[in-house]
């Protein structure tokens, strides 16, 4: 049984085989001028650089702020409750700091989320930018 082998009146299907040789030759050239051209592009001047004999100056230690929100929306400032406008003086005294102090939002899960943004919106006015978020790291509750 023939499948068509002597059926010269047929027309040939399209050609499924592609030919990656001119492409692995462009490729293996590219590969050639990258190796070739690296050493141009990281050059750098040759410096001798004085020596200078001098103690660096300590880093001042931060101070670390810790701003506690309850459940009822109650402002604590280093664990003492606070009125909203106290919260604000002491958040301009701290932003007047040589060295800006890490402040550390702790929040009760049960907190309204508009308490917590009212207070980092007042840190960010003021100029406190590190700001850092406190969680338990305990396991997870699932309801």
Not at 95 to 111: C, E, G, M, N, Y
């Amino acid at each position: 049984m023939s499948f068509g082998a002597f059926n010269h009146h047929r027309q040939p299907g399209p050609m499924a085989d592609i030919n990656v040789t001119p492409m692995v030759d462009v490729m293996l050239v590219l590969l050639v001028i990258f190796i070739l051209g690296a050493p141009v592009w990281t050059s750098s001047v040759q410096l001798e650089l004085p020596k200078a004999q001098a103690q660096s100056a300590p880093p001042a230690p931060a101070t670390t702020i810790t701003v506690a929100i309850d459940a009822k929306g109650q402002v604590y400032w280093n664990n003492e409750a606070v009125a909203p406008k106290v919260l604000e003086q002491r958040l301009v005294e701290a932003a007047k700091l040589d060295v800006q102090p890490d402040l550390q939002l702790r929040a009760d899960k049960d907190t309204r989320y508009e308490v917590v943004a009212q207070v980092m919106a007042a840190a960010q006015t003021h100029g406190l930018t590190k700001l850092g978020f406190v969680t338990d790291p305990g396991k997870t509750e699932s309801k």
